[in-house]
């Protein structure tokens, strides 16, 4: 697609490429051509080489002296690590957003469980990772605490990615539905500690089947960058 010319080539340029790397449709170590991007873009290579620095800032992108630039890719420890730190964000996101925002969160999530389900029926799994992480991030917007939130938004968009390559499977998407399903449920009656506990069970689930996913199709990824 050719891109309008506005104020921001270099932003437009960014956002395209972040959606293609966050959907799936750049591979986890793929190598990046400033010249094929620029061209299938309709720009010239200096907003496309400016989105690209942009994009290595938030962790999508890597570039390699005299060897080039790639999408991010992750080993199986660095998949563990962001698990990691996930969770103990998250967490905190929930306590707090339950303790300051309760009504407002279990507001929101009933929103977007509801679309999550109409999402799964029509087998929409574009539609329900969107949804997926929205339910997430509502957290972060009702903890009440800014930096929090810029945290999470640090690592945000890998996240993402990682969770749009297991929604492909409608099992495993079922599956997170049910659990999403039940941290509404837990919400609701206020059971702060047994949201934390199932949330964390959640985001493990996720690491578990992202690491059985990178052993079975020969680590994507890992090659190349």
């Given at each position: 697609?050719?891109?309008?010319?506005?104020?921001s080539?270099?932003?437009?340029?960014?956002?395209?490429?972040?959606v293609?790397?966050?959907?799936?449709?750049?591979?986890?170590?793929?190598?990046?051509?400033?010249?094929?991007?620029?061209?299938?873009?309709?720009v010239?290579?200096?907003?496309?080489r400016?989105?690209?620095?942009?994009?290595?800032?938030?962790g999508?992108?890597?570039?390699?002296?005299?060897?080039g630039?790639?999408?991010?890719?992750?080993?199986?420890?660095q998949?563990?690590?962001?698990?990691?730190?996930?969770?103990?964000?998250?967490?905190?996101?929930?306590?707090?957003?339950?303790?300051?925002?309760?009504?407002?969160?279990?507001?929101?999530?009933?929103?977007?469980v509801?679309?999550?389900?109409?999402?799964?029926?029509?087998?929409?799994?574009?539609?329900?990772?969107?949804?997926?992480?929205?339910?997430?991030?509502?957290?972060?917007?009702?903890?009440?605490?800014?930096?929090?939130?810029?945290?999470?938004?640090?690592?945000?968009?890998?996240?993402?990615?990682?969770?749009?390559r297991?929604?492909?499977?409608?099992?495993?998407?079922?599956?997170?539905?049910?659990?999403?399903?039940?941290?509404?449920?837990l919400?609701?009656?206020?059971?702060?500690?047994?949201?934390?506990?199932l949330?964390?069970?959640?985001?493990?689930?996720?690491?578990s089947?992202?690491l059985?996913?990178?052993?079975?199709?020969?680590?994507?990824?890992?090659?190349?960058?």
């Amino acid at each position: 697609m050719a891109l309008e010319r506005g104020p921001s080539l270099t932003e437009q340029a960014a956002d395209e490429i972040r959606v293609r790397i966050v959907r799936g449709a750049l591979q986890l170590g793929e190598s990046l051509s400033e010249i094929m991007l620029a061209k299938d873009l309709g720009v010239s290579k200096t907003p496309v080489r400016e989105a690209l620095m942009q994009l290595k800032r938030e962790g999508l992108v890597e570039v390699h002296p005299q060897r080039g630039t790639f999408v991010f890719s992750m080993s199986p420890e660095q998949v563990g690590e962001l698990s990691e730190l996930r969770g103990i964000l998250e967490t905190a996101a929930l306590r707090l957003a339950l303790e300051r925002n309760a009504a407002a969160l279990v507001q929101s999530w009933a929103g977007t469980v509801g679309e999550m389900k109409t999402a799964l029926s029509e087998s929409d799994a574009e539609r329900y990772r969107i949804l997926d992480g929205a339910f997430h991030r509502t957290m972060f917007e009702l903890a009440g605490n800014a930096y929090l939130l810029e945290a999470f938004t640090t690592i945000a968009f890998r996240v993402q990615a990682l969770r749009n390559r297991l929604s492909l499977e409608a099992e495993l998407n079922s599956t997170s539905f049910g659990e999403h399903e039940d941290l509404l449920r837990l919400a609701r009656s206020g059971d702060a500690t047994a949201a934390e506990a199932l949330l964390v069970r959640h985001i493990e689930w996720t690491r578990s089947h992202y690491l059985a996913k990178l052993a079975g199709n020969g680590a994507p990824g890992q090659g190349t960058a």
